[in-house]
């Protein structure tokens, strides 16, 4: 089994998160997963204000914070069979 990493933006007000990120890694272990997720997703929290849709504003004013999951994904072959 390996793992894929998803980022999601959320509001803790409103408790939505509409948006969602995968970086495309994979992963072997889900501990992999975990620990590159902690890391990605305080480095994409302090460059939120870079994006035109997270100002400094908004970022305060809906609390948003950055979550992530570690999915697992079935190992493929190179045409997409199971492996």
Avoid: Q, W
């Amino acid at each position: 089994m390996k793992y894929i990493l998803i980022l999601y933006m959320c509001s803790m007000l409103s408790n939505n998160c509409p948006s969602n990120h995968i970086p495309g890694y994979t992963f072997n272990s889900y501990s992999e997963c975990v620990e590159y997720g902690y890391r990605v997703a305080y480095s994409t929290f302090r460059s939120l204000e870079e994006t035109e849709e997270f100002t400094k504003e908004y970022i305060e004013n809906s609390k948003i914070v950055v979550k992530f999951e570690c999915k697992a994904v079935p190992n493929t072959d190179k045409k997409g069979n199971p492996a």
